[in-house]
């Protein structure tokens, strides 16, 4: 099955997404990203037990922790699903482009960054 989904999404596979670390999504932000998602096994069926649900609270923290510095939170999500649900992955995908767009871009984008030169 070809699935299609926005050009601008950028796969990084993980063994499992309980090894996705908070420190890894707002790396995505400093570089640059508009957006990042997490997409997990559906809750309770975890291969690894738990991991999608420590996915999930590192998400909702790095929401809160976006929030607190006046980004929109909702710039990073966690979705759920089966591996024989591609076209719900295809569907995710486009939603959370959709919603990224509407947001626009990332803020810390237009910041310039400080150079700090030691004399």
């Known amino acids: ?9 950028k796969i990084i596979r993980v063994p499992c997404t309980g090894k996705v670390d908070a420190m890894y999504l707002l790396k995505c932000f400093q570089e640059g990203a508009d957006g990042a998602y997490c997409v997990g096994c559906l809750e309770g069926n975890c291969h690894y037990n738990e991991g999608n649900l420590r996915c999930r609270e590192r998400v909702e923290h790095i929401h809160d922790l976006l929030e607190e510095i006046g980004i929109e939170g909702d710039r990073v999500r966690m979705y759920n699903l089966s591996s024989g649900e591609g076209p719900t992955f295809a569907k995710y995908a486009q939603e959370m482009t959709e919603h990224i767009l509407s947001l626009g871009p990332n803020p ?3 910041k310039p960054r400080k150079i700090v030169e030691a004399v």
Do not use: V
């Open 108 to 110: 810390l984008k237009a």
């Open 1 to 9: 099955m070809r699935l299609t989904y926005p050009a601008n999404i």
